[in-house]
């Protein structure tokens, strides 16, 4: 019989640990014997001071008190907020460090998904390590003075930090999501919680900032009705706004939008450019959050399946068609497919806007659109592009690929674990990786954008 395994520590203990490596997400990883302990704000090699905040039979996690020797990467972090938010963990390394973990955990990733065959991973495409995120949520609660305060969420937790500054965030979309807080504040309405004011009304703002210069701010509210807002819009149009809209959003604390969403002043879309072509965005529509990474992704995936005149392209998760407009434009037809019709609805305008008319756009799962390509009811795809959720390709999808047999696939992917998996099960679909290039959309974080390419086996 298998004896319960001992647990060597217990919350509340205060530890020196030395760091061995750095998981996939925040945390670095020390250990009590082979028991391992996850402490975010560590770096591999260092020896560190951890008080143990939580301890189970599988592992303990700790946080960070002092380091007593540090590593060689170690840098400032240059964000006053840094291990109290969330959005960033990786700020204490140098930049060089972070391009050079994340190629290792991609190579792994791939080594252990294809074995031997798995390609050579090169370090990641990356921008500025600051500034990149032209998308800024800040969620709003009150404050003791009664006052709205601007928030991120803690780091694993739905508890909300107050910020002053985001150095990842594009200054300009910082700056109007700092202006639209102050403005909302002076209507006197309360900030929404769930459990100390389940009548408040104000929940968010998102500010979403183009290369193009427009701007769309967001609020987010219990109900898609603000009384008093119209009274803030001019002075959120002097901020930077192009756009300004109101979501209805009476879900739980982890929804940030409802199915409701108002414009209440300016264009419904704003306008971004990205290698010659330009994007239509609706404000509560997902696009990309850096704009100079989504141009990398274009790249690799347009370079990879090179579309030509005799060549019929799909387009899965297609979004606001980021992808499907410049492959439809050396493509002989392409068809985007996405399961949110607001996005279907920007990519329609986008077409319109660059004059692109041999694409079509539907919506719904992906794997019913494939097997009506089988039925001809779509044209049978010869290059196929797909940026699926982070959950990444259903079963059925990688089926219909397998009877579709296009020439080649790019596959965007948002997560190291899904993606694994899914190269996996589309080598016993008959499809080989022959490259897969990483690209750094979040500096300062763990996370990693990486474009597959794929090719039919011979």
């Known amino acids: 019989m298998t004896r319960p395994r001992t647990v060597p520590v217990a919350r509340g203990d205060h530890l020196t640990l030395d760091v061995d490596a750095l998981g996939d997400g925040p945390d670095g990883l020390?250990?009590?014997?082979?028991?391992?302990?996850?402490?975010?704000?560590?770096?591999?090699?260092e020896r560190a001071e951890v008080r143990v905040t939580s301890?189970?039979?599988?592992?303990?996690?700790?946080?960070?008190?002092?380091?007593?020797?540090?590593?060689?990467?170690?840098?400032?972090?240059?964000?006053?907020?840094?291990?109290?938010?969330?959005?960033?963990?990786?700020?204490?390394q140098a930049y060089p460090a972070q391009l050079a973990d994340r190629q290792q955990r991609l190579q792994r990733a791939l080594g252990h998904a294809l074995g031997d065959g798995a390609p050579r991973v090169p370090v990641p495409i990356a921008g500025e390590p600051f500034g990149q995120r032209h998308?800024?949520?800040?969620?709003?609660?009150?404050?003791?003075?009664?006052?709205?305060?601007?928030?991120?969420?803690?780091?694993?937790?739905?508890e909300l930090v107050p910020v002053h500054e985001c150095p990842t965030s594009q200054p300009a979309a910082w700056r109007l999501a700092q202006q639209a807080v102050r403005l909302l504040a002076t209507l006197g309405h309360g900030a929404?919680?769930?459990?100390?004011?389940?009548?408040?009304?104000?929940?968010?703002v998102l500010v979403r900032t183009?290369?193009?210069?427009?701007?769309?701010?967001?609020?987010?509210?219990?109900?898609?009705?603000?009384p008093g807002l119209?009274?803030?819009?001019?002075?959120?149009?002097?901020?930077?706004?192009?756009?300004?809209?109101?979501?209805?959003?009476?879900?739980?604390?982890?929804?940030?939008?409802?199915?409701?969403?108002?414009?209440?002043?300016?264009?419904?879309?704003?306008?971004?450019?990205?290698?010659?072509?330009?994007?239509?965005?609706?404000?509560?529509a997902f696009f990309?959050?850096?704009?100079?990474?989504?141009?990398?992704?274009?790249?690799?995936?347009?370079e990879w399946l090179a579309p030509t005149r005799s060549d019929d392209v799909a387009d899965l998760y297609c979004g606001g068609g980021l992808l499907t407009l410049p492959l439809a434009h050396t493509a002989r037809s392409a068809f985007g497919v996405e399961l949110g019709r607001r996005a279907i609805q920007d990519a329609e305008a986008g077409a319109r806007a660059n004059g692109i008319q041999n694409v079509r756009w539907r919506s719904g799962h992906v794997e019913s659109w494939l097997a009506a390509c089988r039925r001809g009811e779509l044209p049978r795809?010869?290059?196929?592009?797909?940026?699926?959720?982070?959950?990444?390709?259903?079963?059925?999808v990688i089926d219909e690929l397998a009877a579709l047999q296009p020439r080649r696939l790019a596959y965007v992917s948002c997560d190291l674990s899904s993606l694994g998996r899914d190269l996996r099960a589309l080598q016993a679909a008959g499809f080989a990786t022959r490259a897969v290039h990483p690209v750094d959309m979040f500096p300062q974080t763990a996370h990693l954008e990486a474009v597959a390419c794929l090719e039919r086996s011979a």
């Open 30 to 45: 020390g250990r009590v014997g082979d028991y391992v302990v996850f402490v975010p704000g560590v770096l591999p090699g």
């Open 55 to 92: 301890a189970n039979r599988k592992f303990a996690r700790g946080e960070l008190l002092a380091v007593r020797r540090a590593a060689p990467e170690r840098v400032p972090a240059r964000c006053a907020h840094f291990l109290a938010c969330g959005g960033c963990h990786r700020q204490h």
């Open 135 to 158: 998308k800024v949520a800040l969620h709003l609660r009150t404050g003791d003075d009664g006052g709205l305060q601007a928030c991120f969420h803690r780091l694993r937790s739905p």
């Open 192 to 204: 929404w919680d769930p459990d100390f004011a389940p009548d408040g009304l104000l929940r968010s």
């Open 210 to 226: 183009t290369t193009t210069g427009q701007a769309q701010v967001l609020v987010v509210a219990r109900r898609a009705d603000v």
């Open 230 to 284: 119209e009274r803030v819009l001019g002075a959120l149009h002097d901020a930077g706004a192009t756009t300004i809209a109101v979501n209805g959003n009476a879900g739980e604390f982890s929804q940030l939008l409802g199915r409701e969403t108002r414009i209440l002043s300016g264009p419904p879309r704003i306008e971004e450019q990205l290698r010659g072509l330009t994007y239509l965005l609706s404000p509560d």
């Open 288 to 302: 990309q959050t850096s704009p100079r990474a989504a141009e990398h992704l274009v790249r690799l995936v347009t």
């Open 381 to 396: 795809p010869h290059l196929v592009a797909m940026d699926p959720p982070r959950a990444g390709l259903a079963p059925a």
